[in-house]
């Protein structure tokens, strides 16, 4: 059985972890909230002060105070009041960078720092990102445009903090950054409790990046992004994602809902993630990617309910780096996970909708996959109590993969990992390629029309154990198919006519 080792420190910081020397008042340093006046120094003043005399609170008062980079400093918890706005400068040169990217609140190697209250802070994203457009395009910034938009180091995160030790980011609300809303790279003990984010205004708006972290808890939080909602990132050999439990909260993504990747370099290890509700989610729901190297390994995923998802699951064991060897999934344990699969773009209505890949890749609804690489298995995975309802419906003559062709499907190992890089597969349930040690019991696979593809297919699959299993086929297809499978137990197989579900077994 796998252990979550979440650290008890990172939950004290909710019950008092900061002991408060002082409280001041921006308006105190000169602040003005008029929404127009520049703050950004005499918020800077009052943080510095209370760091340099020890520690304490730092309070944004009810107002809209414009503001461009300010850095959290040690001892320091900045307090957004009920109905106070930290207004994000338009100009890029009101902002500072660190050594990754532009943030409107930086903190580098700061220890005891907090982000709380039930105030805003609003990055006004869209503007601020088709100014930064008008720089490159008359060179006044010189930086390649990346598919016709800045490169996302040129366009400011609302919240950037690295190298930092018991943070808390508590009851804000987030919206409308420029690129990713916040990352938190490097840190221990962070916690991240009752946030809302609301970014949708332009491209590539993470709602919470957590990259090489260790110590985290991300709770009671409502998440709508136009990218990944949730996302664990690892880019450092060195370091991972580790000791990191994220529960109880809503996503909507322009993306997935919650990603382990792309980057993953070192990894992730001894993660939970439970009591998840996705809704409106154009990827997948649950996205877990090993593609550069590192090891995923000991994560369980629990009591998942996700509505109008373009997919269940997408599990990529891939290689990026041509230099060192794929790297490692194993001992993956997903349950209880209801799913809702439309025939339909689940993402319609979003100000920056999804790309329509089947433009790219055309395809009928694509079922959950597990895909490994050949001699490098997803190993040690466990799907147990899972119900998908796909809306059906597929179509020959839009995609057709014919049985016989099941080796020529590209591993396409290199390539950026997204539930629809394969193009159209031959199974709509689930799709399992380069695995080891797989076990699928006390699930349901449905659909609501008819699909002319087998529910599950398994390819190059050792020690594959299948206990209970209730399928939608009744169009005269094989409920499994088994491609160099070996080592399997098929027991209590059952279709929705209520017979034993053929296996047909290919050389």
């Known amino acids: ?176 950054a420029a690129c990713w809303v916040q990352t938190y790279n490097h840190c221990t003990q962070l916690t991240i409790d009752s946030i809302t984010v609301k970014s949708t205004a332009y491209w590539n708006n993470d709602g919470i990046d957590i990259q090489d972290c260790q110590h985290v808890v991300v709770k009671n939080s409502n998440i709508d992004a136009a990218d990944d909602a949730i996302c664990l990132k690892s880019s450092d050999p060195k370091s991972a994602c580790e000791d990191v439990l994220v529960t109880d909260c809503k996503v909507r993504s322009s993306a997935s809902g919650v990603k382990f990747g792309t980057a993953s370099v070192g990894g992730f290890r001894n993660i939970r993630v439970k009591n998840i509700y996705a809704f409106d989610t154009y990827r997948t729901a649950i996205a877990l990617e090993i593609v550069d190297g590192g090891t995923m390994e000991d994560v369980t995923i629990s009591h998942i309910i996700a509505k109008n998802t373009g997919g269940a699951i997408f599990i990529r064991l891939g290689q990026r780096r041509k230099t060192s060897p794929p790297g490692i999934i194993r001992r993956i344990h997903i349950s209880d996970m209801n799913v809702e699969v439309p025939n339909a773009k689940t993402d319609a209505g979003y100000a920056l909708e999804g790309p329509p890949e089947e433009d790219i890749y055309p395809h009928n609804l694509l079922p959950a996959q597990i895909v490994g690489l050949p001699g490098y298995p997803v190993q040690d995975l466990t799907l147990e109590n899972i119900v998908v309802t796909y809306g059906g419906g597929a179509d020959k003559n839009k995609a ?13 190992a290199a390539e950026y990992p997204e539930f629809s890089m394969f193009g159209e597969l031959p199974a709509w349930a689930l799709y399992v390629r380069h695995a080891e ?71």
């Open 1 to 176: 059985m796998m252990k979550l080792k979440t650290s008890l420190t990172v939950l004290f910081i909710l019950s008092g972890l900061y002991t408060h020397a002082q409280t001041v008042n921006i308006k105190d340093f000169g602040a003005i909230g008029d929404g127009l006046k520049m703050n950004t120094e005499f918020i800077q003043k009052a943080i510095d002060e209370v760091n340099t005399k020890g520690g304490g609170k730092v309070i944004v008062p009810e107002g809209t105070f414009l503001t461009g980079t300010v850095h959290l400093k040690t001892g320091v918890e900045l307090v957004l009041q009920k109905n106070s706005v930290l207004l994000g400068s338009t100009n890029l040169a009101d902002y500072e960078k660190n050594d990754r990217w532009y943030a409107l609140l930086i903190a580098d190697d700061q220890q005891n720092i907090g982000i709380t209250g039930q105030g805003t802070i609003n990055g006004q994203g869209r503007t601020l990102a088709l100014n930064v457009l008008k720089m490159v395009k008359n060179g006044s910034v010189i930086d390649p445009l990346v598919l016709k938009r800045p490169n996302e180091r040129l366009r400011p995160q609302l919240i950037e903090i690295q190298r930092s030790d018991k943070v808390l980011i508590k009851g804000i609300t987030l919206l409308n």
């Open 400 to 412: 057709y993969v014919s049985l016989d062709s099941l080796a020529k499907i590209p591993e396409m």
């Open 437 to 507: 040690g797989i076990s699928i019991k006390n699930s349901t696979f449905k659909y609501l029309k008819d699909d002319f593809r087998s529910p599950l297919v398994f390819d190059d699959v050792k020690k594959l154990t299948i206990n209970n299993l209730n399928l939608a086929s009744g169009n005269g297809t094989p409920a499994v198919i088994l491609r160099g499978v070996t080592q399997q137990s098929i027991q209590k197989l059952v279709t929705s006519a209520g017979s034993n579900g053929k296996i047909l077994v290919l050389k």
